[in-house]
Every structure is written in C-alpha cells, then in structure tokens.
C-alpha cells in the first residue's frame, strides 16, 4: 500500500527539531498519512513499516513527529497488517483488520482456501469457518472481505460483482 519510491526533490531530509522541541498541534489524518509515506522511503532496507506501530496500534510519534515537524495532539492508530490509519472515533477497525488478517493467514494455511461464503462473488469473509478452527475469539461488528492483492482484508465492499 505505502510506496517505498525515493524522492528526487531536492527538500532537505534533516529536520531541524528534536521531538522534545517539536511544536504540539493539531494533525490531520491526511497530514499523517503523508508523513508515514515521508518516514517509509527513508526507511533503510530491512526494516519495515510495522517499526512505527506501537504495541497497542498507536502510531510512535517519536519516529513520525520529525516528518511531521510536530507533535500531533491526538492519537492515531495503524493496522498492523494493512497498514491503515485511523483516528480515535474509529481505532477499533485497526485492531479487528489484524485480528481478522492473521486469522485468514492460518486457515488458509490449514486448508489451502479463503474462509468466504460458498458463492459469494464479493469473497465477504466467513467468521463461521474461522470460528470452527478456532482462529477467532470474537466477531467483529464490521464485515471484510478478501482483495485479489495478497489476499488482504478491507471494509469496503466492491462496487461491481467479479466477472
């Protein structure tokens, strides 16, 4: 999802604050967004994105505040699997999009299938067939389904049936 694309402009890449002296102030969600894309392409080769996430899916603003050149007042959270970014109102998706993402990872490992309903053209996820496995502990409130890329998991449904 996030591209690890080199800039060529010639903005300076050091920032000219340390986080204690990083100014405290209101952040978008889109300004977020453009600051974990500043942080991956100087990201070194190795080390992945999930650096950034926190324990508890919160973002470390200790690595993000330099792209940002600030402190953000308010908590964001990032999926661990889809790398996705919420705000606070809506943090639980975060956490059920990587409950969910590695208990598709182990059934289909198990059984060599995706866990969707029998002839479901939009490949909506079956929390039954997942349950019956043992690999969920909870159904979440939103319903996911599986994309063709990598077989992640995304809350949006498609818009137009396979075909």
């Given at each position: 999802?996030?591209?690890?694309?080199?800039?060529?402009?010639?903005?300076?890449?050091?920032?000219?604050?340390?986080?204690?002296?990083?100014?405290?102030r209101?952040?978008?969600?889109?300004?977020?967004?453009?600051?974990?894309?500043?942080?991956?392409?100087?990201?070194?080769?190795?080390v992945?994105?999930?650096?950034?996430?926190?324990?508890?899916?919160?973002?470390?603003?200790?690595?993000?505040?330099?792209?940002?050149?600030?402190?953000?007042?308010?908590?964001?959270?990032?999926?661990?699997?889809?790398?996705?970014?919420?705000?606070?109102?809506?943090?639980?998706?975060?956490?059920?999009?990587?409950?969910?993402?590695?208990?598709?990872?182990?059934?289909?490992?198990?059984?060599?299938e995706?866990?969707?309903?029998?002839?479901?053209?939009?490949?909506?996820?079956?929390?039954?067939?997942?349950?019956?496995?043992g690999?969920?502990?909870?159904?979440?409130?939103?319903?996911?389904?599986?994309?063709?890329?990598?077989?992640?998991?995304?809350?949006?449904?498609?818009?137009?049936?396979?075909?």
């Amino acid at each position: 999802m996030w591209g690890r694309k080199k800039r060529n402009n010639k903005k300076k890449d050091t920032h000219q604050y340390s986080n204690d002296e990083l100014p405290k102030r209101d952040v978008s969600i889109h300004e977020v967004r453009q600051a974990i894309q500043r942080f991956t392409s100087h990201l070194p080769n190795g080390v992945e994105l999930q650096t950034i996430i926190n324990e508890d899916n919160t973002i470390n603003y200790e690595l993000l505040s330099p792209y940002l050149d600030a402190t953000p007042n308010e908590t964001y959270y990032m999926s661990k699997e889809t790398y996705e970014v919420f705000d606070e109102k809506d943090k639980q998706l975060a956490f059920d999009l990587d409950h969910i993402q590695q208990a598709i990872d182990r059934y289909m490992k198990q059984t060599n299938e995706l866990p969707i309903i029998d002839g479901d053209p939009y490949n909506k996820v079956n929390y039954f067939k997942l349950e019956r496995l043992g690999l969920i502990s909870y159904r979440p409130e939103f319903t996911f389904y599986i994309t063709d890329e990598e077989y992640l998991i995304t809350y949006e449904a498609p818009s137009s049936k396979k075909g």
